[in-house]
Each structure stands twice: as structure tokens, then as C-alpha cells.
């Protein structure tokens, strides 16, 4: 339904003011499958805040939900910080559109235990999931896993919060990594990096202190998209193990021991080439090449949470569904609080994007069609959803 | 050499910019970004050159203040051009000129120059406030006189102007023979004479604000054009005078009066909305140092214009000796001043937009395709 839906949403965004790139190099070079937002997310944001003034709806900043007052199932009013100022909001309808809970340090603690200190958030702090927490409490039926989230393998030394896409690091493909003792743990050239770089985070997230660090020589050196942080870098192998403070012996070990199991083989990193290792643990499958040539660079790597997974469960409509079988009255949600992704393994790039677009105007339409006929008897019977499948 | 807090601020702008890339779509500076991975004070110096100021990727960037990134590529950019023009400028003495060049001065290089010219017109009798015979400008003022001192004056900006446009084009790594590509040279001046950077695919830009607007084009084009044709008109009267040896003053409907009349019509609304989209502007994107050079190039523009204008409708009137005189003052007091002000944008922007022409069908120096 999200696929069928999105068909029509880029004609729609561009009504609203979204500009979209041409067809040109791309971030993560998929610009024959991705429509790239012309200036990125925050020029999408500033469209439709703009949009939305334009229609006289009245956009209050510096607003914090604190607590929402539900009845029965109903909603009737929402607990609200402006400035700092507790003020409370009823409405008819309420349609709640505010994230996942990546930036709540306390609630990842929960799920992922003394692990989540490591991780960074690359987004805004301010996704605290105060109301996807509290909906749940309030016998909302929740859906997804808190354990999954969309997790990248991210520059170590990116900002705690809001690194945003300049601390990804696209050289994994082209070296090796290793973790705090040395070795490595997973095939870095099973696929192409655009296809991988969703589960590197995890992957991260699972070696001890949930650090890795990225290899690679003089050769690898100007053949990915330029990152923001300098890596470290040194004439030996031993040297570079120093320099970001690995056991030394083991990582030599481990370059070697890759270096001899490297086959011969004709490197090509814009297909899935034939440069593999043989008789090592884990094998590198593509892009296999000797790390022989100084200077050699190190990256390291924290897994950086994109999105969480965990949300409220809606139906077509958007409608908010409680824990025992009734659907919420008035209450709708959009977004990464209904859904950061509907898919069980793996992504898509900018689906996420897809998901809130999609139920985000799904929910829109539907609060406003029951806004206005609140008062007036309903049919017995489900009706149908409206335009949700057009 | 970049002061280097400057050149640090330049690097960090473009590592963050050159690690994210959404931008690359609105103007000619990403793209020319992404053809590079190290930043030199060359690379900047250009990349400042490229920029015109409209400041859509500072509203798109998820990196501008707040954030602890700090990144601001129009007011860093506006800085290192800023700073571009004082490296550039011929004779290198006259570098400070570009950060005196505020109203005050201009005002009084057009009082000293049209007391020169005062006294220079009492050589055939002062006769600055009588009607003069059919308008014949040469009673008021010597014909050796005018002559002689716009040429040189004409001559030393065209100089000042071309020696800075060869530095800048050295600077930035080109080879001569660029210059004299057609292919490119068409190509940028595509770019030029249609602003396309801040075209945005007929979006317009977003200055003065965050909403995109056209204005700034049309005030530019209004401006550039009026400039062009009275440069056009002055050109013809030469031809007319020397070369077909018809002496003014021409028709209201003779072509240098007919160029003169819209160019002069031009260069006042021009100015004068450029002026006030200024003040509108949002100077968070703005290098407030360069407030004054770029207010006395407005206000210059205007008083020629004006002036210009002024002179053609009152020509049989007794003001017309003063405002001759002033006029001319007006006139070569902007072309002294040419090459030590907001004009130079034009050709260092001109320039730049050549080299990115000429840069854009070379092969690209990194391959990154995954």
C-alpha cells in the first residue's frame, strides 16, 4: 500500500515547494533508483513549513508535548511546554507525527543495555518518543521491535547528536575492519556498499565496546565520497595499530593473514568483481585487494541510529489501534511513531521518508474528514478507506 | 596567502560540504566542489568567485548555526571574495581602497573631480548657469579637456581591471589559452548575461529572504543592462563624433540619446531595488564589511543615472552647464572607482564562471562511482 501510494507523492511534495535534485553524481550514487530532495531534508522541512503557513495553519515552535489526556480511547487534550509555559490543548482530533524515541539515551539503554552509551544519534536530540512512550501507556497497541532501528556504521568521532550524513564513511568495501582486539567479524565486500551500509551499524554495535576500525592503503585513497573527519594515518601497519591504540600484534597478524588469502583477480569496484580472499574467517567475497601500500589509514567506526523501529500500530486509515481490539477515536499517527520501517529485514533507502509521506497525508485527510463530521452518527459499518489506495 | 583563521574556516566549510553534497543541485559552486578533494587557498579562492550570494544552500543546511558545525557558505565565501579582491587588484597599493571604498570617499572623489572640472570650464568662460547655443556641450567644458581625461581615466580602469582579471585567472591554476575557447567562452556567457545560478530552474533564489524570488535578477539584469547600454550609447556618440564626424547634441529619437534614455531608465530602478533588497536581506549571510563598498557602487550608479538623465531633459535649460559638470564628475568618478569596489565582482564572477565552463567538460580528476 506504502508503494502503491508513493506513486503519487512526489507530484504531490512538488505542489507543496519540494525541489528535487536532477539526475546528477548523488550522495550515495542512487540516483537511478532515489529521488534526492534538492538541499536535502531541511529544505524539504522548510517547504512545507512554509506550505503550511501559507494555508494559515498556525505553527507554534518551541513546543514540547508532556502528556496526553486519552478517554476511552478518545483523545482529549495534550499537556504542552511553549516556552517553557505549561499550556493545555484540546482539539478533536489529534494526529501524532512526532518520531521515534533515537535521541531518549535512556529508553536505547533499556533495549539495547549499557551498549547504547556507544552508540551516536545522528539526528535531532530532540526525538525523545515522550509521545509514542506515553500513547503506549495509555494502551495503544505497539508494533516493531525497540531493538531494531536503522543503524549506521558512522565516523567515531562524529557529535553525539545531529551528525547527520557528512560522518558516514563509504570506505569499508574498499579495506578491511577490525574490532578492539584486532580481528575481523564480517564480510566487507558482500555486496555493494549502498546495500550494506544499513547493517554495518549492527554489526558494530555487537563487537565488544561497540567499535570497529576501517583499514585501508594509499590505494583505496580517493575512490569514496570524502568524509568529514581526517583518518589516521601511517607509513606501517604497526605504526597505524599504535596510533589508534589496537592491540598491534594482533592487527598485524590480521592484515597479514588477510594479505596471503587475497587471490588473484581484476578489481572493479563498480561491479560485484572476482577479488576475493580464500581460506579466511570471514571471508572477503569482492573487492579483495592486498593492504600493501603505505601510507595506510584508519577509520573508526560507532554504530549511529538513524530511526527506531518501534511504533504504534495503525490501520489504512492511519487510525490509531489500541491493545484490545478497538481503534483509537480520534487519534491518528504518521511517521517513524507508526512505523520507521515496514520491512522485517534490511532497507530501502528512503523509505522512511516514503512511510511518513504516505500516512502522513493518509492521516492528514482522515483527521480532517473526522474533524469535520464529529457531532454526525457514523454507519455502523467500517467504511471504507478512502483514498488510502488510490 | 588567506589570513588563517579564514583559510580554516574555508577548509572546514568545504570538508563539511564536500562529505555531504545535497546542495548540488542549486548552483555551479557544489558542483565545482565535488570535482576536488583537497581545498586549496586556489580552490577557494574560486569557489568564492563562484558564489553569488543567494544563500539557498544556507537555508537547506542542516549544519548552519546552531549547529556545532557552524556552517554558513555564503557569509564564508562573501569573506574569502572579499579578500580575493584586495590579492588581485592592480597597483597592489591600492588593495585598502577596497575597504575604504564607502560612501563618504566616493562622495568626495565626485566633489574634487567636479571641482577639476569647474575650474577646468573656465578656460571658455564659466558660462555654467546660461543656456547654451543648441546644447553644445564643448562651451561648456574644453573638447581636449573631456577627451583627454576620460580616455585616461577610461584607459587606467580598463588596465587596473584586465590586470586583475590575469591574476585571478593564474591564481586559479588556468592557461591562457582558456580564454580564447568559444565553446566555453559561449557557454559562460550564457551564465553571465542570464545570472542562470540563480535561476534555479526558474525558481529564482532565495534573497532577500528565505522564500525564492526573482527579484534579485531582474534588479541585476535592470541594472547590468542599463550599465551595458549606456556604455553602448557612449560608444555610438563616439563613432558619430569621430568617425562620422556628426556633432552633438544627437535626437531624442538618434540611437545614442535612444540607448542612453533606457539604459539611464535602467540603471535607476536597477539600483534602487538592489538597494532596497539589501536592506531587506538577512545579514546572517552577509560579510557586513563590505556593506559600505557595495552601497557606494549602488548609490554611484544611481547618481550617474540620475544625473544622466536629468542633463538629457533639461539640455536646453540655463542648469544645463552644471549639470554637465556634475554629471561628468559623477561619471568619472565611478570609472576611477571601478576597479577598487563592488564592480569587480563582475569580473572576477565572469571569470570564474569561464573556468568552471572550461572545468565542467574536462574529465573529472576522482572517480568515485561505487
New interface residues.
Partial sequence: MTIRASATCTEWMKRQGV?F??A??????LGRTNA????????MM?AYF?AAERSGIRIVYNAEVVDLDVVDGSFQSASVLVEGKPVQIGAKVLVAASGGFESNLEWLKEAWGPAADNFLIRGTPYNKGKVLKRLIELGVESIGDPTQGHCVAIDARA?KF?G?????L?CVSLGIVVNKNGERFYDEGED???KRYAIWGRLVAQQPEQIGHCIIDAKAM???????FPPAKAQTIRELATLVNLPVENVVATVKAYNDAVQPGSFN??IMDDCRTSGLKPEKTHWALKIDQPPFYAYSLRPGITFTYLGVKVNERAEVQLSNGQRARNIFAAGEIMAGSILGKGYVAGFGVTIGTVFGRIAGREAALQALNQGETRNGKEEAPRHAAK | MLPNELMHEGEHLMTVCNACRYCEGYCAVWQAMERRLVFKESDLNYLANLCHNCSECYYACQYAPPHEFDINPPKTLAKIRAYTYELYVWPQPLAKAFRKNGLLVSLLTVVVLIGFLVAASASVGSRLWQPVRGGDVYEIIPHEVMTLTFAAVGLFAALALLIGFLRFWRNVGEAYSGIAAPAALARAAKDVLRLENLDNGGAGCTYPGAESSQSLRWFHHLTFYGFLSCFVATTLGAIYYYGLGWHGPYGYTSWPVLFGTLGGIGLVIGPIGLFVLKQRSNREIEDESQYGMDVSFIVLLLLTSISGLLLLFLRDSAAMGTLLLVHLGIVMALFLTLPYGKFVHGIYRSAALLKWSLERSRPPEHNLEV
Avoid: C, E, Y
Avoid at chain 1, 36 to 43: C, E, I, R, V
Avoid at chain 1, 222 to 228: I, L, T
Fill in positions: 525541489r535534485q536532477h546528477m553524481g548523488g550522495t550515495l550514487h534526492f530532495f534538492l538541499g536535502g531534508g531541511k529544505a522548510n512554509a557529535p545531529d547527520g550524513i557528512v560522518t558516514r563509504d555493494f556498499w549502498p580517493g575512490k569514496f565520497m570524502p568524509s568529514v569496484h563498480a
